[in-house]
């Protein structure tokens, strides 16, 4: 049956997914399968198809946000998706998080909405232990600088970057700083919605993300850098659904 969002159906099955946000992105990723083919491209869904060491593999953007990412991942899910890796994008919280390096989510802080209408906020969002073994293996056999832990999953981007402007500013700002005292890694918008969905419905899932900058550094008297070149994230995310193929296998 042809899903309703992605528009994907039984035929193109596949037991894995690498799932960013931007639409664009996705053409990039699949730039590394064998034989990569746009099957889909509704809404914010775009969909390619192709092939990894012998195994099918589907590259499909997210959108922004928890919603349209739990949509995504309850439809591919549907047509036969078991595994998930998200690349995105993150701002860094700790000072020795630095644009370009590779975040690797072990967890995430549930202050989206989405996951809240699936499990309750005390069930903890957390990744699948080897989907996040198998990025960490990835990154550091690509050499890529890393860090693995705790990112914030929130659904308001000027929440975030302009907390001062809302009227609920003191509780933004009070939450942010515990996030950073608790070793908060960096902030995004997906990872706790992908986390809970897949705890919910029994799939296995991880993320990795590309800093693109620091916000705290940036508010500090260090160069104010950013790094838009999203490829050691994907490169990652690619290298390690070849250790998840080669694992299954065995």
């Excluded at 690498?18 to 509704?42: S, T, W």
């Excluded at 001062?164 to 908060?184: F, I, N, Q, Y």
């Amino acid at each position: 049956m042809k899903q309703y969002h992605i528009g994907l159906s039984e035929e193109h099955k596949a037991k894995y997914a690498i799932i960013p946000g931007d639409p664009g992105r996705v053409e990039k990723i699949a730039a590394f399968l064998d034989d990569a083919k746009q099957v889909g491209l509704n809404r914010e869904y775009n969909s390619y198809l192709g092939y990894l060491d012998g195994e099918k593999v589907l590259v499909v953007s997210t959108g922004i946000g928890g919603p349209s990412c739990a949509i995504c991942v309850e439809e591919l899910a549907k047509i036969g998706v078991d595994t998930f890796i998200r690349v995105g994008t993150c701002g860094g919280m700790q000072p020795n998080v630095m644009p370009g390096d590779v975040i690797i989510a072990s967890g995430a802080i549930r202050q989206d909405g989405t996951s809240k209408e699936y499990l309750p906020i005390e069930f903890p969002a957390v990744s699948d232990f080897f989907v996040t073994s198998a990025l960490y293996k990835a990154a550091n056999n690509l050499k890529y600088p890393n860090h693995i832990g705790v990112v914030q999953a929130k659904d308001s981007f000027y929440g975030q970057h302009s907390p001062e402007s809302m009227p609920v500013s003191s509780e933004l700002l009070a939450k942010w700083e515990a996030w950073k005292r608790g070793g908060c890694l960096a902030s995004e918008m997906e990872g706790a919605t992908l986390f809970i969905v897949s705890a919910a419905r029994k799939l296995r899932s991880g993320a990795v993300f590309h800093c693109v900058w620091n916000q705290e550094i940036s508010q500090s008297a260090m160069p104010k850098e950013r790094n838009e070149d999203t490829s050691a994230a994907i490169k990652t995310a690619i290298e390690a659904i070849r250790i998840l193929i080669k694992q299954d296998k065995e």
